[in-house]
């Protein structure tokens, strides 16, 4: 279907920033809905932020909401996170990932998903 490949994690103190891409390659033509998602040790996969194709319609996590910004350039074929005011608890691995339709936060309905990238904030 597609192709994604995230970049941009790193390790940043409390209160810092990151923005974390995520470059879309193959089947680009397709109005994919993006999704982000992250895990860390000894947890479930969460749901983190999602986009339209579009771009008019966004869906966050209540624990980001104020402090991540998802966007999208479908002419660069990437999908963005904006992480602000990042706190130990955000430290995770994340995804992105590709749905068809309509939004959603169900991993179900991925189709396609990057390895993920690295996120390590300290106290």
């Known amino acids: 279907q597609v192709r994604l490949v995230e970049s941009g994690g790193g390790l940043v103190q409390s209160g810092g920033s990151l923005r974390l891409s995520c470059a879309a390659s193959?089947?680009?033509?397709?109005?994919?809905?993006m999704g982000w998602f992250r895990q860390a040790p000894g947890k479930e996969r969460e749901f983190v932020a999602a986009?339209?194709?579009?771009?008019?319609?966004?869906d966050y996590e209540d624990s980001v909401k104020g402090r991540f910004t998802v966007s999208r350039d479908n002419a660069k074929n990437t999908v963005y996170l904006q992480m602000n005011s990042l706190k130990p608890e955000d430290t995770a691995v994340y995804s992105c990932?590709?749905?068809?339709?309509?939004?959603?936060?169900?991993?179900?309905?991925?189709?396609?998903w990057g390895r993920g990238t690295q996120v390590t904030v300290s106290s």
């Open positions: 986009i339209s194709w579009s771009g008019d319609s966004i």
């Open positions: 193959g089947r680009t033509y397709v109005r994919y809905g």
């Open positions: 990932a590709a749905a068809f339709g309509t939004m959603t936060r169900d991993p179900s309905n991925f189709v396609s």
